[in-house]
């Protein structure tokens, strides 16, 4: 089992950054693979990125290719997102999930353990 809880969200105005991270409790973290998902108000939960536990291979939405970037630190036990060139459209809760699974899924309901949840808000 693994607890994790994210930090890292705010406020910022369009065009700025964020970084978010995770931290994961437990001596098993590298065996998880790693997602980033979110959801805005009335509307669903959406895959945002992920990272494999394997060779670290990851995987973005088309709406953040090239804005954010996904890594991990497995002796450090956390999976971070960094988040440039952010818009009013990434206004969202942001959350982390882990996976038992090698291959990074888009569906959050093959995550197994999700944080608490973090609070982005871009403004125009």
């Known amino acids: 089992q693994v607890q994790l809880v994210e930090s890292g969200g705010g406020l910022v105005q369009a065009g700025g950054s964020l970084r978010l991270s995770c931290a994961a409790s437990?001596?098993?973290?590298?065996?998880?693979?790693m997602g980033w998902f979110r959801q805005a108000p009335g509307k669903k939960r959406e895959f945002v990125a992920g990272?494999?536990?394997?060779?670290?291979?990851?995987y973005y939405t088309d709406s953040v290719k090239g804005r954010f970037t996904i890594s991990r630190d497995n002796a450090k036990n956390s999976v971070s997102l960094q988040m440039n060139s952010l818009n009013p459209e990434d206004t969202a809760v942001y959350y982390c999930?882990?996976?038992?699974?090698?291959?990074?899924?888009?569906?959050?309901?093959?995550?197994?353990?999700w944080g608490q949840g973090t609070q982005v808000t871009v403004s125009s």
């Open positions: 999930a882990a996976a038992t699974q090698l291959f990074i899924s888009l569906a959050s309901d093959q995550y197994r353990y």
């Open positions: 437990g001596r098993t973290f590298s065996t998880y693979t």
């Open positions: 990272i494999s536990r394997g060779d670290s291979s990851s």
